[in-house]
C-alpha cells in the first residue's frame, strides 16, 4: 500500500544539475521526517540530505552548499536538486520516510534511482 516512487536519476555531465523527485502514497506524508540517502558500489549507505515534518535541513558535509532538500506536502513529496556535480557523487539515491511514535516505527524506501555524472 505504501509506496515511494523516484524520478530523475541518469547520465550527467561533470558540473551539471539533477532534480530528484519522490512521490509518496498510502501514508500520512506531512507527519513523516523525509531523507535522500545513497550508496555507491563497495561503499555504506549513507544520508545525503534529511527534512523533518517541521522543515529542519541538514545535510552531508560532501554536499552542502550544492544540494538543496525540499517538501511539498501538498503533493507529498520531497525532491533533491543536485547542483554543480560531480563524479564522486555518482551512486544510486533512494528517498526514505520515517515516522515514530510511542507506540510504532514506521519506515518506508523507495526503489532507488542511478545517479551517474561522467568526467
Known amino acids: 500500500q505504501v509506496q515511494l516512487v523516484e524520478s530523475g536519476g541518469g547520465l550527467v555531465q561533470t558540473g551539471g544539475s539533477v532534480r530528484l523527485s519522490c512521490v509518496a502514497s498510502g501514508m500520512i506524508f506531512s507527519i513523516y521526517d523525509m531523507g535522500w540517502y545513497r550508496q555507491a558500489p563497495g561503499k555504506q549507505r549513507e544520508l545525503v540530505a534529511a527534512?523533518?515534518?517541521?522543515?529542519?535541513?541538514n545535510y552531508a558535509d560532501s554536499v552542502k552548499g550544492r544540494f538543496t532538500i525540499s517538501r511539498d506536502n501538498a503533493k507529498n513529496t520531497v525532491s533533491l536538486q543536485m547542483n554543480s556535480l560531480k563524479p564522486e557523487d555518482t551512486a544510486v539515491y533512494y528517498c526514505n520516510g520515517d515516522f515514530q511514535s510511542y507506540s510504532r516505527r514506521r519506515d518506508y524506501w523507495g526503489q532507488g534511482t542511478q545517479v551517474t555524472v561522467s568526467s
Open positions: 527534512i523533518t515534518s517541521g522543515g529542519s535541513t
